[in-house]
């Protein structure tokens, strides 16, 4: 700690309560992020809450610098990102999360620092501290609600980092303990049901077995089915086979 993936410092400007410092610490640590700077937080630092507050991530609060005015958060910046709900009447471009963590991550990937400030939980950031930022960052929420809480804004706004710079998944399967039937267990298991149906005298009439039996195979490759699932199939199957005998 700090790590060396190259990624903006986040900054909490002078948070108020010691519940969302740490939360906002658990929050990037969700998402690989450790560089917290905070700025004369209300109740002094160190904070027995904020610790508690942030559970796995304490280690991020231990490394996060403490700096006694706003300027001296950012002066090491070649870029800074102000969060805010709020129009100010000041000109500067505004980007969504997504589109301004997408210009972080490039510009960081030239090798310059980001900064991305974030103001106190009743107020938020004052003008003065947003005419420092090079663009702000503007949550598309409800206009009738638009106060997001501290810790909730850094984590929206980390998970954004993520979403730019990491492989995120976003659909997949789990298979569980088996794997995916392959061709061969597939070929199987339609030869299984097409013979066992053809006994049942399910192709009829004979002129449209054929198509019939090209349906089923059809059917069959359409489904996504694991090893377990073919495994039940054929089980399935061989029971009622044994049922209708027994019946006889």
Known sequence: MPTDQPQPAFVLVRPQMGENIGAAARAMWNF???RMRRVAPRDGWPN???SAMASGAGRLLDE???CEAFPDSVADCTYVLATTARPRGLTKPVLSPERAMRTAAEKIAAGEKVAVIFGPERAGLENEEIARANAIISVPVNPGFASLNLAQCVLLVAYEWMRQTGEVVHEEIATGRTGWAVAAEIDALADHYEETLDHAGFFFPETKADSMK???????SRMA????DVRMLHG????MVRWKQRGD
């Open 214 to 220: 090209v349906n089923l195979r059809n059917l069959w």
């Open 225 to 228: 089915l694991t090893q377990a």
């Open 64 to 66: 996060a610098q403490l």
């Open 236 to 239: 399935i199957l061989r029971q």
């Open 48 to 50: 027995e809450k904020a």
């Open 32 to 34: 690989g992020l450790d």
